[in-house]
């Protein structure tokens, strides 16, 4: 059986992914890379949790921090 | 003794599964894979902890969030 | 020193069991399977925290959300 | 250097232990066995936290919701 | 680079040490034996965190619950 | 598939970072050091999370303390 | 890549060091001695969190209850 997080994040390089966060907020970017532990590199990211999304640049994020990820599908 | 989480999940894939979170949120969804730290994919996911359902699409869930699973039965 | 996860739970299988939950919660029914982590499946599975009972079926929960099993004596 | 927790419960089987636990409940029982994580199994366990003591028979704890176990000295 | 546990409690056996733990108490005894994980058994434990002091005996306590020992200095 | 926080941070040595913490802090530096815990080490560091910045010297932070970090692009 | 917390420490030894703790308070002391989980040593330890400072004496902490370490330059 293989780990999860390889076989649904491969693939979704390049594209829009949809992070919710355990800290209640969401944060959305493209996905550069990511790692087992699902730590991941989004460019472009925003925090679009309050009305007035705050522009976060290139960020580098801890993967035990995240809930879930919203992941592209192939229509998106 | 085998490990549990593969034992109880195997043969799921396709079903529809209900997640129990820790916190308190209770997601529905397509069980697509999963890998034995829980770690899963929903496909066409749900968050029904409220009147108002909310979907969610494809979603990655890191199994550390999730409190049980309510599997389907043979008759479900 | 063999772990007493499996020494406790061994002859339990087929029995009912009552969950003591971190979150304070009890649930109920009857044991499947475990494995070592306390990951375990059961069947029939009721909240029983609150005094309308509510139905879980079969559920898989995740051991690290246990605080303690009240196990089935040889009487019960 | 030894695991201090098989030094010190070793000799305690079929003692009563008093513990002291994470969420500040105090529990009181026969302690049949553990293993190197605190898990451990005892018999006539009761909740002595508040004045009316709550019996929960026979019970299999998680070691890491224990806080300290008053171990029985010799004279006890 | 030696594990900086055993060389501070090394030598601290049959003396008085004071710990102040992650919930706010202070608990005082002679340290009789401890691990590498900072669990350790301390006889004559005192509770000191109020003004009236409340005896706990001998008690094995589980070093992730510790945030800090005060050490026995040569003088003490 | 590479460790993600060393790919992410090499090549950020001797440039600032931005670090938004787990506790809602924001903690700005020169990266000098890191390893693959994400434990680092900034130079003239400062909390800025309030209006007026506290300086914090160089300091060596853990990396569990770490909810993400945005990284220097080519053009910063 | 080397471990940072050893990379960081290393030549710290018998200087004064500013702990910043998870819990939010302040200590200070001269370090003794430290490994790679950060559980460290302090000599003539002080509580600096309030206007009242509080000795400590010699303690040993626990390296996952610091949050960062100042660490002194060259010239302090």
Do not use: W, Y
């Not at 550069?32 to 590199?41: E, G, W």
């Amino acid at each position: 059986m293989a780990d999860e997080i390889s076989t649904a994040m491969t693939g979704c390089q390049g594209k829009t992914v949809l992070l919710r966060l355990r800290n209640s907020k969401t944060v959305q970017g493209t996905l550069i890379d990511f790692d087992i532990h699902m730590n991941l590199t989004l460019d472009n990211a925003e925090d679009i949790s309050e009305e007035n999304h705050v522009n976060l640049g290139k960020v580098l994020l801890r993967g035990d921090n995240i809930f879930a990820i919203s992941l592209p599908t192939d229509k998106s």
